[in-house]
């Protein structure tokens, strides 16, 4: 059956689109709108009205035809019968209007929106930009400088803004079909084709602002560059060459390697949350959620249950640092309503569902609790037998560790079933990231509960199993261990973060070394035996340590830091320091290139999770992809560690490790079997699903 339907209502042809989940323009849509149209010609009809059913309006071109032959009719095509139509159409938008939805209600003569609906071209986030007359349609009617922050910023924007911006034409304030027949009715709508429109004017200003945004905050990507120089066009070009340069861009970004990887980062992020071997167990039902400790991952966490509607029950044993983490809690609500996320009323009703107590009692009630205290198993394990005590024996146990074991917790409760990791990155209300850490025992109905939490708190989750440091932690060490080896044999601090930040990661080992702390790794590392990681690696950090050089914090650890700033200075003292643990180490420094550099940390990361992919800690390759793209700054535009590795070739990066385990020795640099066996195959790292 068609997704489209007719029918005819006070002179109105009214088509319905109802493609779910998000009337995505697959085919057999743009098929049924062309036949749709052509039903305009009736003289009983004035207008056409195009609305869809079900959650949104339409949410794009459909990205799963992207990379795959094209089939006729395109969205063009749609577009021209849209133009063509000898009837005015008007678009009644609801939920979100995106990319190639956009562009069709672009190619619409009127757009009536429901106040709670956006509008944006968001292609630039798939390494694309718009590529059926988004760029020249919408500097028509808005100007460049809106044109180029739909395209380039690639964030959607709000009915009210779009109606400032004059790319809708009324807020329907009562049910959107009927506003639609009332807007229709307004008088005489003429035909007001947007591409018969007269250029966009130069606005040099604007396009000075976009470049200097694409060039700091989409540093190494194609398509914000492109969408600029598309826009631009339309300022100079008649609306047909204007299409044509639109589409020679877009076509070679969909052709290009970056549009691939963040194509496949779009449904990873989407998969990562779903498990590869569906369970029976139905989710419990959760209202209440206790979260111990008030510190930084505390705060973060309580924030971003009460923002996704629960009750909070934050509990610390410290007043003081109850009291601090209360006030810190209010100030991230109070932000949100000041920057206009939320309103007064759903600020007032997060506040209003927050407890906070130093009693442990307080949490009886709770349907779930994470633990976000100090990062220290002893500790841990007595909050463990405290929350045992305290908890329904059917409330879910969920720890927020980076690294330890969650086995060993559950160990600690008489229901090992109920327990789990939730491990929260910082700051927990800002990033997006959370992996599930499915311990041994725990239950199907606990997983799938936490999948659901995940959901609600529009959270990309991850499931995997106990090992040290889960997915993301794991596979740092490697790339920790080898910047820090390559410091020893001769590069410097600076070279090194500058090799990687070429490479697209938003910070170098070193300076994200001294921002989280030097001390903290020294800690740990006092944790380890030296079997369990490489000493020398280490050795200029924890002379730094002990030089009482903690990073930031005592404003110099790898850099020199002015009071106050985190900008990192280079420091011939830290030159010195390297210079004399090289001769302590016996080292004669040795010229190291930025590819060395690169294939070191990176191929390390990459060995190091197809390792935990064969062991089962994840589910699948993607996952680790949508790990590191979101929880530690891969460039999203590479896809992803195992995205990058399948792009250069899996031989070509199984000769490299055997290569630097012929150098190094074999200690650290054993080829994954894994990777080993699809290279042999031809296999993908991305998308291979452990069995
Ligand atoms: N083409 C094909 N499939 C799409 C799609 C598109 N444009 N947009 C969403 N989907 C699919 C998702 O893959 C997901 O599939 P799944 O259920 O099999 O995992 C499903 O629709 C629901 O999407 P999801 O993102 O989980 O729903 P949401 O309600 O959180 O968000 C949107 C809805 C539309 C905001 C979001 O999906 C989105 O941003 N889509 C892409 C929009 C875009 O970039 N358009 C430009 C392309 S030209």
């Given at each position: 059956m068609s997704p489209v339907s007719t029918e005819f209502a006070n002179s109105c042809l009214v088509i319905t689109v109802d493609h779910?989940?998000?009337?995505?323009?697959?085919h057999s849509v743009r098929l049924g709108l062309i036949e749709a149209l052509?039903?305009?010609?009736?003289?009983?009809?004035n207008t056409v009205i195009l609305i869809c059913a079900g959650r949104t309006f339409f949410s794009g071109a459909?990205?799963?035809?992207?990379?795959?032959p094209p089939k006729s009719p395109g969205l063009s095509d749609v577009i021209k019968a849209l133009e063509e139509c000898p009837k005015p159409v008007v678009a009644a938008i609801h939920g979100q209007a995106l990319g190639g939805g956009f562009e069709v209600a672009l190619a619409c003569d009127y757009r009536i929106m429901e106040a709670s609906a956006r509008i944006g071209l968001p292609e630039v986030n798939l390494g694309?930009?718009?590529?059926?007359?988004g760029t020249q349609r919408a500097s028509r009617i808005a100007g460049l400088d809106i044109a180029m922050e739909l395209a380039v910023g690639g964030k959607p924007i709000s009915a009210e803004r779009a109606l400032q911006v004059g790319l809708c034409d009324e807020i329907a304030h009562k049910d959107l079909y009927e506003s639609a027949l009332g807007f229709s009715h307004h008088g005489e709508l003429q035909k007001r084709v947007i591409?018969?429109?007269?250029p966009a004017e130069i606005d040099e200003a604007a396009s000075r602002k976009w470049r200097t945004y694409a060039t700091k905050r989409?540093?190494?990507?194609?398509a914000p560059l492109a969408a600029i120089e598309a826009i631009e066009a339309s300022c100079e070009l008649t609306i047909e060459e204007g299409l044509k340069r639109e589409r020679e861009l877009f076509v070679d970004l969909m052709s290009g390697s970056q549009s691939s990887a963040m194509r496949h980062l779009f449904f990873a992020e989407r998969l990562?949350?779903?498990?590869?071997?569906?369970?029976?167990a139905k989710p419990l039902d959760l209202k209440q959620i206790g979260v111990v400790g008030a510190g930084t991952m505390g705060v973060g966490i309580a924030a971003s249950m009460l923002a996704a509607g629960y009750d909070v029950f934050l509990f610390d044993v410290n007043k003081d640092a109850l009291s601090v983490g209360h006030g810190r809690i209010k100030a991230i609500v109070d932000g949100d309503l000041k920057k206009g996320r939320i309103a007064g009323p759903v600020h007032d009703d997060r506040l209003k569902r927050l407890q906070v107590a130093d009693?442990?009692?307080?949490?009886?009630?709770?349907d779930l609790v994470v633990e976000a205290v100090f990062e220290d198993i002893d500790i841990k394990h007595k909050v463990f037998a405290e929350l045992d005590e305290v908890l329904r024996p059917d409330a879910i146990l969920a720890s927020n560790t980076s690294y330890l074991d969650i086995d060993a917790l559950a160990a600690?409760?008489?229901?090992?079933?109920?327990v789990l990791g939730l491990?929260?990155?910082?700051?927990a209300h800002i990033m997006k990231l959370l992996e599930i850490v499915r311990g041994e025992k725990t239950s199907d109905a606990v997983l799938v509960t936490a999948l659901g939490l995940a959901k609600r708190m529009k959270k990309i989750s991850v499931v995997c199993g106990v090992c040290?440091?889960?997915i993301g932690n794991r596979m740092l060490t490697g790339y920790a261990r080898e910047a820090g080896l390559l410091l020893l044999e001769g590069a410097s601090p600076s070279q090194i973060d500058k090799a990687l930040t070429d490479f697209?990661?938003?910070?170098g080992p070193f300076a994200m070394s001294d921002m989280a702390g030097l001390d903290i790794g020294y800690a740990n590392r006092k944790k380890l035996s030296t079997d369990q990681y490489e000493e020398h690696a280490f050795r200029v950090h924890d002379q730094l340590v002990e030089m009482g050089r903690k990073g930031q914090k005592t404003d110099a650890g790898f850099y020199r830091y002015e009071a106050g700033s985190r900008t990192p200075i280079l420091d011939a003292a830290t030159d010195d320091i390297i210079t004399a643990v090289r001769t302590r180490e016996g080292v004669t420094p040795r010229k190291i290139t930025d590819q060395e550099i690169i294939d070191r940390c990176i191929l390390a990361l990459i060995n190091e999770g197809a390792l935990l992919l064969d062991e089962g800690?994840?589910?699948?390759?993607s996952d680790i992809d949508v790990v590191y793209a979101n929880g530690?700054?891969?460039p999203r535009w590479r896809g992803g560690p195992f995205c990058y590795a399948d792009e250069q070739g899996l031989e070509t990066i199984v000769a490299r490790i055997e290569h630097f385990s012929e150098q190094h020795g074999n200690r650290w640099w054993h080829v994954s079997p894994l990777l080993k066996s699809l290279a042999e195959t031809g296999g993908s790292l991305s998308k291979h699903v452990q069995t």
């Open positions: 779910p989940p998000v009337n995505a323009l697959s052509s039903q305009a010609d009736h003289d009983d009809i459909d990205i799963s035809e992207f990379g795959k694309l930009i718009p590529g059926a007359g591409g018969k429109m007269d989409q540093k190494g990507q194609k990562s949350g779903k498990l590869a071997n569906p369970v029976k009693a442990w009692q307080g949490l009886s009630t709770c600690q409760s008489k229901h090992p079933e109920r491990h929260f990155f910082s700051p040290h440091g889960f697209g990661m938003p910070m800690i994840a589910q699948r390759g530690y700054g891969f």
